[in-house]
Structures are given as structure tokens and as C-alpha cells.
């Protein structure tokens, strides 16, 4: 996805656990997170806010 000032976002699927799969041409991805920091709700926010960002992401055919 291309963001201002030239520069460009990429999903990171360095993830603790990555499962993924095929299906025709169909291809998913699943990344198990882990809520170890001293702020569960922290670590939510960011879990989430990582799900809507890949979402509108895959969905932007730009990746």
C-alpha cells in the first residue's frame, strides 16, 4: 500500500506462529498472538488495530 512521502507498508508475517493455507488460488494466512506484556488491553489495541490495517490491506488488491 502506498502512503505519503513516498513510502510503502507491507504486511510482516514474522509472526510467533503462522499457519497458512491454499485453496485453488486462494491463500490465507493466520498469525496466533500472544498476550505477554504488562498490558493486556495494550496488547488488544494493537491486535486489533494489526487486524484492521491487513484487512484494508488485503482488500486493496495493492499489496
Do not use: P
Amino acid at each position: 500500500m502506498k502512503l505519503t512521502r513516498k513510502k510503502n507498508l507491507y504486511i510482516d508475517l514474522g509472526a510467533e506462529r503462522l499457519i497458512a493455507a491454499e485453496k485453488g488460488i486462494q491463500k490465507i494466512a493466520v498469525e496466533i498472538k500472544s498476550f505477554r506484556s504488562a498490558s493486556e488491553m495494550k496488547d488488544l489495541e494493537e491486535a486489533v488495530g494489526q487486524f484492521v490495517l491487513y484487512e484494508r490491506l488485503l482488500t486493496s488488491n495493492v499489496y
